[in-house]
């Protein structure tokens, strides 16, 4: 690979692990994390019931 080509793969990646942090540290994400988290202990405490 020319060196060129490596220089924008990793600017490219960059962008991509900035949006990644970003999203990662929205309020929405957060609250979704936490929903789902939840609903998954829900779950696992009510397996029988679900079954």
Aim: glycine content about 2%; cysteine-free; hydrophobic content about 35%.
């Amino acid at each position: 690979m020319k060196e060129s080509e490596i220089n924008a793969m990793n600017r490219s990646f960059g962008i991509l692990n900035d949006r990644r942090i970003k999203i990662l540290q929205d309020k929405k994400t957060k609250d979704l994390k936490d929903r789902v988290t939840k609903i998954r202990e829900n779950s696992i405490s009510n397996l029988d019931e679900l079954l």
